[in-house]
């Protein structure tokens, strides 16, 4: 099993940014695949994540600027991120077996793996 995120960069307030998580060893039929996020000082956080039934869930912090979605064929998910903000900077993480509801938001405790990461920078 492996997931590999690309598409970081650096990129002013405002701006936009598409990360890719490219998995293989598994289908994305079957298993949900989200992104968590990681400032450097800071804990690791959720930020988003889409279930094997194409439904999405994402954290108050980027509702209404994120959008995360999948290609099966291509076994990828994209986060498309607009309105990029200076605390959204941090490295981000495509992992395994997200979950949770309307409710709760994006939950990660039965995550199993995760890739190296793709570090987004946004600064003017």
């Known amino acids: 099993v492996q997931l590999q995120a690309s598409g970081g960069g650096l990129v002013q307030p405002g701006g936009s940014l598409r990360l890719s998580c490219t998995v293989s060893?598994?289908?994305?039929?079957?298993?949900?695949v989200g992104w968590q996020r990681q400032a450097p000082g800071k804990e690791r956080e959720g930020v988003s994540c889409?279930?094997?039934?194409?439904?999405?869930l994402y954290v108050d912090s980027v509702k209404g600027r994120f959008t995360i979605s999948r290609d099966n064929a291509k076994n990828t998910v994209y986060l498309q991120m607009n309105s990029l903000k200076p605390e959204d900077t941090a490295v981000y993480y495509c992992?395994?077996?997200?979950?949770?509801?309307?409710?709760?938001?994006?939950?990660?405790?039965?995550?199993?793996?995760w890739g190296k990461g793709t570090q987004v920078t946004v600064s003017s």
């Open positions: 992992v395994r077996r997200c979950g949770g509801s309307s409710r709760t938001g994006p939950t990660y405790y039965a995550v199993d793996y």
């Open positions: 060893g598994f289908t994305l039929d079957y298993l949900s």
């Open positions: 889409i279930s094997f039934d194409g439904s999405t």
